[in-house]
């Protein structure tokens, strides 16, 4: 059968797709911009016809109501690898539950715990060898495409064409709905003075001709702009943002000294606005991979003078990093935080920065701590932190004691606060 052909034999609606979900199934659908809408969208209305269905997810772009709607707990239950505000709020509803990972293995240890029923995800129109691109995510969605008993995705016009490993035959996939709408955006954020400050201090530790990561969060975005000046920077990163087309257009990025997948920015998922979108259709400069191979930090590695750039929203005196809760209330997710900073120290000339505010709620609390908040979970261990870097200069970690971390620490955080961690510092004996 020619594949035309075999891709509208397998075209089926919205409502055909749902009647696919069963009582106690495992369902894993396609992370944030290449999330299944449509099929996220409707889900609750198969709820009077089934119970114990796991949803797994990660980074939702909708509130859905399949779990923000407290009358689904027994129905369904989303669980997520990365927390948005609709799962923060329904977690007292108990409609949610997070998963601890490290991005790397997010797929291979869910598939290990229990492998999908169905997948449900995005792509585009087959092209004319009958291939359809999973287009904005291959975080995991390849190994549960290889994995589930059933494979749904719904092919969204809009969705733009990437390249790399994000390939999936029509003879691959069970079911396609056609589902066009428009492409989940990220915000463009104002860049404040605070963020041009953080960016000026990074931008002393890129040297030229190094290969960067930049996190999700504020910061890491800003920080793009900081970087005008550099030559020869190289991408390899788990998301694909906004501030890395600007770079790339600029004539900063040129990916002439990676070492690794040379002449290519290599990522993960891409997330941002329609200029992202736009730039990363049909461009061979960027090779979308799998998040095992990805973010594996002995890959990152072997990228030369690799510089891994996230934030967090709170760090102890000793160098803890709670980047995914506020106290013992999930926030987001650990994501590739761990694998990245742990891979940049891998790499020859590598280097690995914590970014962030000293302060947070207008100045009414110190990031900076002397402990972290009961509860907070700890998202990058002291022992993998290296610099630090806030509005007030940089503490570079590496190597050093309690007793010199606790000095570097204060000295960047905010001086309204310096005088009070000194003191519980030396109450709590941190040397
Ligand atoms: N105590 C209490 N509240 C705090 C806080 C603290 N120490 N630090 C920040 N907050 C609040 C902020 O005020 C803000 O609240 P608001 O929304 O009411 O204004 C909120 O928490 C979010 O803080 P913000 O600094 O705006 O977060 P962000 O959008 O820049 O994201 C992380 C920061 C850390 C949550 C995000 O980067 C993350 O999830 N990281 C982990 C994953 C990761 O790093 N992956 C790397 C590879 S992509």
Redesign the pocket.
Known sequence: MDHQAMFHNKLVSMEQALNQVKTGDHIVVAMAGAEPQGFMSLLHTCAPRVSDVVVSTCLNMQNYPFFVDSAMKGHFINEGW?YNLGMRKAQAQQTVSFIPNN?HFAGSKRLAHRKPNIFVGTCTAPDRHGYVSLSLSLTYEQEMIENADLVILEVNANMPRTLGDSAVHVSSVDFFVEHTMPLPELPVTETSDKDRRIGAYIAELVEDGSTI????????NAVAQGLMSKKDLGIH???FTDGMVDLYRAGVITNRRKTLHRGKMVATFALGTKKLYDFINDNLAVALMRGCYV?DPYVIGQNYKMV?I?????IDLTGQC???S??HTQ???????A??AIGAQLSPGGKSVIA??S???NDS???I?PLL?PGAVV??QRNDVDYVVTEYGVAQLRGTSVRERVSRLIGIAHPKFRDQLREQAEQLQLW
């Open positions: 990365f991005l990561q930049l996190g999700i969060g504020g910061i890491p990163t788990e998301m973010n891994s996230n934030t967090t929203l709170e709670c980047s995914e506020i106290g926030f987001s997710g650990t994501g590739g935080q694998d990245t962030l505010y302060t947070a709620k609390i110190s990031k701590v908040t998202s990058l």
